[in-house]
């Protein structure tokens, strides 16, 4: 009887040990995630894999997808990190899937790439096309952002209109290694005619048109003549919105003068309220013309302009009508085609309320411009603009103005106004 309990207990070992032995080398095939997202730029990631057997990878056709391996052996629990690259997306968002396989079993990892659409900005040349006048070191120049580009760009160009007479601009290759730059393409030749000049510039499967026109200038300043230059760097106190952090602010109250707002005899300053706080109440409706030229802007003018270090904040929560408008360019003489280079940041304490927040800028007076009244979109981040303006006189006023709404406030910086040839 012994014998037999004995031989009973083997027997139930035995299939205890076939069981677990069965289980163990059940076939799997596991990864870590079932999702990647790239930004725009070339770029790698990788996800885990796991296999009781041997795998392959299908990229199902997806040529701008690529990993280190097609297929291995199997893993058992042993970790195999894999890398998947993407290449530079020049287009609207996309997306693929990758398939792992291995025997039976099947996985799949969506990859995702935002939209990488080159972005260019208003070009202008370097030098005027004045007629009978040789075109010496001239250029297209281009302004562009979202590069970032690996390797040269070739561009294509094809020159018509009546004023084209003489011109020459050469198919080239160009640098777009940085993320924002200027595009620049050789001019050569001598204008012959008087007249309109179409030029169309191909690169990245995008076209740019280049209208300009043989003629006499308005003036005999070079290119890239200053008209006005505003840093706002004699603005010192308010709080750091895009940092959150308090600033400098006047303790006490403000004196006046004229019954507007004007810094005492001995003023004390101290780091104090938020990245929210204003350092001055509206510039042109409160603060004294003194205190407004102390700060670098007599000639000025706008509504619902709060100071803050280094630059200016325009409108609050639920104002519509601000703005900021240059002085009359006194500066230049005859005319000029000018080119309006700021940076410009939305309010973001309200990712809902605070998204929609623009800037427009509109020529008075003096000039014109294809750019007159287009609103801008912001970010929460300060990012640069360029507007051409046409025909610009010592009369031409440059403003600066928020959407005609609730929450549009924004920041203005860096403002800079110079001479380019349409």
């Not at 069965?22 to 079932?34: G, I, Y």
């Not at 990229?59 to 894999?82: H, K, P």
């Not at 109250?253 to 507007?260: E, P, S, V």
Request: glycine letters at 10%.
């Amino acid at each position: 009887m012994k014998a037999l309990n004995i031989v009973g207990t083997f027997i139930i070992l035995l299939l205890c040990v076939a069981s677990c032995s069965k289980e163990s080398v059940e076939h799997f095939l596991r990864r870590d995630t079932d999702k990647l997202s790239f930004g725009y730029k070339s770029s790698k990631q990788t996800f885990t894999l796991r296999s009781s057997q041997a795998w392959t990878i299908d990229l199902n056709g997806n040529d701008w997808i690529s990993v280190d391996t097609l297929q291995g052996g199997a893993t058992g629990e042993r970790v195999l990190n894999v890398g998947v690259t993407v290449s530079r997306n020049l287009g609207a968002q996309r997306e693929g899937i990758i398939t792992l396989k291995s025997g039976d079993k099947t996985a799949e990892i969506t990859v995702t790439q935002q939209e990488g659409t080159v972005i260019f900005g208003t070009p202008y040349f370097t030098q005027p096309l004045l007629p009978g006048t040789p075109l010496e070191e001239a250029y297209i120049v281009i302004p562009y952002s979202k590069g970032g580009l690996e390797g040269l760009v070739t561009v294509q160009s094809q020159i018509s209109g009546p004023g084209a007479a003489g011109i020459q601009v050469p198919n080239t290759q160009v640098d777009m290694s940085n993320d924002a730059g200027e595009v620049r393409i050789p001019v050569t030749g001598t204008p012959t005619q008087v007249g309109v000049v179409n030029i169309g510039i191909t690169l990245l499967g995008q076209t740019v048109s280049v209208n300009s026109e043989v003629k006499p200038q308005g003036n005999t300043d070079p290119v890239g003549t200053v008209y006005l230059s505003q840093d706002f760097n004699l603005l010192v106190l308010g709080g750091d919105h895009f940092n959150k952090a308090a600033g400098l602010q006047l303790q006490g109250d403000w004196a006046t003068l004229d019954g507007k707002r004007v810094l005492p005899e001995n003023p004390v300053f101290a780091i104090s309220g938020t990245g929210n706080t204003d350092g001055s109440n509206d510039y042109f409706a409160t603060m004294h013309p003194s205190y407004v030229a102390m700060r670098g802007l007599a000639g000025w003018t706008g509504s619902r302009v709060y100071e803050r270090p280094g630059l200016v904040k325009i409108n609050t929560a639920s104002s519509t009508d601000g703005y900021l408008a240059t002085p009359k360019l006194s500066a230049i003489q005859g005319w000029a085609d000018i080119k309006v280079k700021f940076k410009a940041a939305r309010w973001s304490e309200n990712a809902t309320n605070d998204k929609d927040a623009t800037v427009a800028v509109f020529v008075r007076n003096a000039g014109t411009s294809a750019q007159h009244g287009v609103h801008f979109e912001l970010t929460p981040n300060l990012t640069e603009f360029e507007v051409i303006v046409e025909g610009a006189t010592s009369e031409t006023v440059i403003e600066f103005r928020g959407r005609n709404a609730a929450n549009s406030r924004f920041f203005l910086d860096d403002i800079h106004i110079s001479k380019v040839i349409k």
